[in-house]
């Protein structure tokens, strides 16, 4: 029996990849918000965190 079967018999089942796509959508959304507002400083001063 295959893995896809087991999700099959699950009830409410397919509201799991609408939940996981509102979270990755919202997450992006906050970070591309954040992103726009910091000032170029800022963003070049986190840029160069690994590097040191």
């Known amino acids: 029996m ?10 409410g089942v397919s509201i799991y990849p609408l939940i996981s796509f509102v979270i990755f ?8 918000l954040w992103v726009l507002k910091t000032d170029k400083q800022k963003i070049v001063e986190v ?3 690994p590097l040191d």
């Open 25 to 32: 959508g919202l997450f992006f959304l906050v970070v591309l």
């Open 2 to 11: 295959k893995f896809i079967h087991y999700l099959e018999k699950i009830t």
């Open 47 to 49: 840029s160069r965190i």
